[in-house]
């Protein structure tokens, strides 16, 4: 059965005053250009989502745990009364200075979680960015917010910079407690040899962190734009960290020498020449050309393919 | 996005009144299906509009061409006055919109969830957020679980949630996609009623359902879609009395009555068992129940059953009101 008289109710509620209803005006309260400080309202609100989840805390916490075993290990052989001897490379040179002096703790940590660690932690967190959000189906209400497709990947890509920022610190300020705890601190020898303070040492560490950090922006932007391909974010996920490890593969073989120099880890462990006397620029410099060269590469094809994209899910 | 192609003079007859429009909307999916083919919909303002159709009918891929999150493959969509999806930005703002169902970030609360969803939007103050998240909360009537970690809500309450983000600052259009979904009964009641409630503060609503009771209870407005295409559209009660009503006499006695309602001019009669139906004619009903009346028929029953939205709709497609293929 059907409503009493639906032609009256009908016409009766249809003839409501259109006063207000012309084309719309910009919105209430807001200028043509909204403030950009409600930008970093997003950003703001982006930060807090990624940080306040789980997956972030869970590899924030695996990235502390790391300089914790290595400080355990080096203080457990270096008690047996044997000095580990592998030298060779950026990294593992360190090692060895680890028990004269507990700061080298935080270099010997970011050269053992560069390769794999960190980049793992940051191929998590840029492919699931978009495509995470897409499963969730979050995206859509983001967008019809309407949050913009440009302004929401720019937040998502400095968000995971952040991540990255925020990570290689964990695992820095760890490795810093770890070696004050169980090493002596105080003046340290470069790799040139000479004698710089204890002052000049964490400087120099935190210049360090942040060349580090800005190691993993170029994998960002590729995690970034493979998480604009798919809906499903463990896909991303693994994809980015699947490119990752054919890529540190690829960065080995002698035989693809010619295209090493464009690999993104390929100077990642230039951050050890900081610790020279003079600082040796020249590897970090196009370590720094080439993060950037990858963060324009892939941000763009990520912009290019997330403002066209057809949001289904 | 592109704000100069706003200003651009509307193409004929003051469509401004109309909420949306849209023209030979059109959308073909990659894999070659035609999701939406030719679609001429018109909303006039201050409506409550129903769209209805079978699931994959293409409601859900209309509803996200209106909203800019689906590029269409020809045709145009004026939401408010403005092209879709170039002017999201302009738009957007004045729409709330429930697609597809709520989706949530389970491990923030219900009221965070809110404050991220006003966050992303840049005409959205700051100031007032948290105030109008309250107030959006209490309106579906989540406030005592605005706390909650969203995870743990039921369906009906992550649909009330869904429908507190569209409610979060005032609209000029609401685009409601299935919100009575995994609702109980008394929770689709209370939507109803939300609807009507914001239907008479003048906020255009644009409701699919695939539910004809509920199109037929809330809306004044109803456009039919089957198989990708617009079947009908026009107020609910036009549509509903392009069908006339079959009288129907109740009786025991029905060869009799069938014989009399015959005599006494009424159409197309059919009786089936103790029913007996017809074409109602031109002139007071009650003079027919006389005649059936002092003819001996003993009547049970007399009435005009009207047209239901499911009869016109199955006298529109020409089917039943199942999923397309």
Redesign the interface.
Known sequence: ???A???????A??????A?????T??A??G?A?SPL??L??L??ELS?TF???RTLALLAVLAAVPVLVGIAVRIQTGDGQQSGRGGGGGPAFLTQVTHNGLFLVFTALAATLPFFLPLAVGVVAGDAVAGEAN???L?????????RT??LVVKYATTTAFCLVATLVVALSALAVGALLFPLGDLMTISGTRITFADGLGRALLIALAVAVSLTGLAALGLFVSTLTNSGVAAMATTVGLLITVQITDQLPQLHAIQPYLFPHYWLSFADLMRDPVYWDDLVKNLQLQALYAAVFGSAAWARFT?K???A | MDEASAAEPDSARGTGDDVIRTRALTKRYRGGQLAVDGLDLTVPAGSVFGFLGPNGSGKTTTIRMLVGLIEPTSGTARVLGRPMPRSTRAVLPHVGALIEGPALYGFLSGRDNLLRLDAADPTADPRTRRTRAAAALDRVGLTAAAGKKAKAYSLGMKQRLGLAAALLRPRRLLVLDEPTNGLDPQGMREIRTLVRELAGDGTTVFLSSHLLDEIEQVCTHVAVMARGRLVTQGPVGTLAAGLRGRLVVTTPDAADAARVLKEQGVGDVAADGDRVTGDPPDRDLAELNTALVTAGVRVRGFGVERASLEDAFMALTGEGFDVAG
């Open positions: 059965m059907s409503r008289d639906p032609e009256t109710e009908g016409t509620r249809t003839a409501r005053p259109a207000d209803t012309g084309p719309v910009e919105p309260g807001a043509r909204p409600r930008t309202g997003l703001r609100s989502t306040r989840r789980w969730a189906g979050t859509r209400y983001l967008l019809v917010a309407p949050a913009g302004r929401l066209t057809d949001v289904t």
